[in-house]
Structure formats: structure tokens, C-alpha cells
């Protein structure tokens, strides 16, 4: 049976990867770009971790987040570190615009499990919403129950927003409550 640190490991992983683009040579986050619409997320964060028991959010802790721009612009690139339970992740986090499809795409690598996925991403009103549906390798329960993940960024405001994931067996039909975090700039 795999256990909730590895679900939850796999899709942090998931969420490093997917911020990883491969864009065609020379191409930049110019002004059009809609990397220019994500610069809010260039800082230095305080970030509270919580997880989710019977439907109710608990805090787990506080961490911190560095995220910077890299390659010219061309993606934004993240150093955190998520607490998930007793344990913790050190990821690292990539964000950025495929030119080739018009959405944005990030990808998630953690130190402890070495895991990655890809997601795919778009502004969809107030939020950013990535799934890994189409590039997930899901987790195999067995039994033809598979675990993907959709990550969110919603209640975006200068100094803060928040950091949602989730998770479905239904290919994204419905989707339940993983995990949480509550970024706030550092001073």
C-alpha cells in the first residue's frame, strides 16, 4: 500500500516538474509573455503548511520558499521546502511558458524521492491552475485506481496567496482536498 508521504511526495514532485519548460532556442518571456502576469512570485516567502483531517485544515508549519527568475526571464524557478506530517521535501520548482501550445507548464523534483511529473497550466479567472493529467504517470493504487493531482494558486494578493493541491482517481471528473500552503512575502 503506498503510504500519504508518498502520494504526497509524487505529487509535490509532480508540481517541481511540471514548472520545467522546453522552449526552442532564443525564446524569452518578452512582454507578452504570460510569465510577466506570474512576477508576484518573485520573492522570498514564508510559507505555512497545512493538511487536511476530516475536513478540516491544521497547520503543520512553517517553512520557507525562494523564488527567482531564470534563463533571461524565460521561467521562474523555486527552492521550498513543504512539511507533510512528520516529515519534510525539499523540491525544486519550475515554471514556464510553452510557446509550442500557448499554456504555461511547471515541474516539481524532490530531493528526498527524486520524483517528477509535468503539468500544464493556464490563468483560469482569479487563479493559475495546473493538472498533470495529460503528462501523469498516476500513481497505481492497483485495481484501476490511479492518483493524479491539480495544483492551484488562488487568493492572489501582493504580498500572499495560496497554494492548494489536490487530488482525484477519476481522471479529473471530481477532485478531493491533499494539501495547503499560505505564502507570505518576508520582509
Do not use: C
Request: aromatic share 12%.
Amino acid at each position: 500500500m503506498i503510504s500519504k508521504k508518498s502520494i504526497t511526495v509524487h505529487f509535490l514532485t509532480s508540481l517541481v516538474m511540471a514548472l520545467f519548460v522546453h522552449t526552442s532556442k532564443g525564446q524569452e518571456a518578452g512582454k507578452g509573455s504570460p510569465l510577466k502576469n506570474m512576477e508576484f512570485l518573485i520573492a522570498d516567502w514564508k510559507v505555512s503548511n497545512f493538511k487536511i483531517k476530516e475536513g478540516q485544515w491544521s497547520l503543520v508549519g512553517d517553512t520557507h520558499s525562494s523564488i527567482k527568475a531564470i534563463l533571461k526571464g524565460s521561467f521562474l524557478s523555486e527552492k521550498v521546502k513543504y512539511l507533510v506530517d512528520a516529515s519534510e521535501l525539499n523540491m525544486v520548482i519550475h515554471i514556464g511558458h510553452d510557446h509550442r501550445t500557448g499554456h504555461l507548464k511547471l515541474s516539481a523534483m524532490d530531493q528526498e524521492y527524486g520524483l517528477m511529473d509535468i503539468y500544464t497550466g493556464d490563468f483560469l479567472e482569479n487563479k493559475i491552475v495546473f493538472t498533470n493529467l495529460k503528462s501523469d504517470q498516476p500513481i497505481d493504487f492497483g485495481e484501476g485506481k490511479k492518483l493524479s493531482f491539480r495544483l492551484t494558486y488562488s487568493n492572489i494578493q501582493e504580498d500572499s496567496f495560496e497554494h492548494l493541491v489536490e487530488g482525484t482517481y477519476d481522471k479529473g471528473q471530481t477532485w478531493f482536498p491533499f494539501a495547503k500552503s499560505i505564502y507570505q512575502k518576508s520582509n
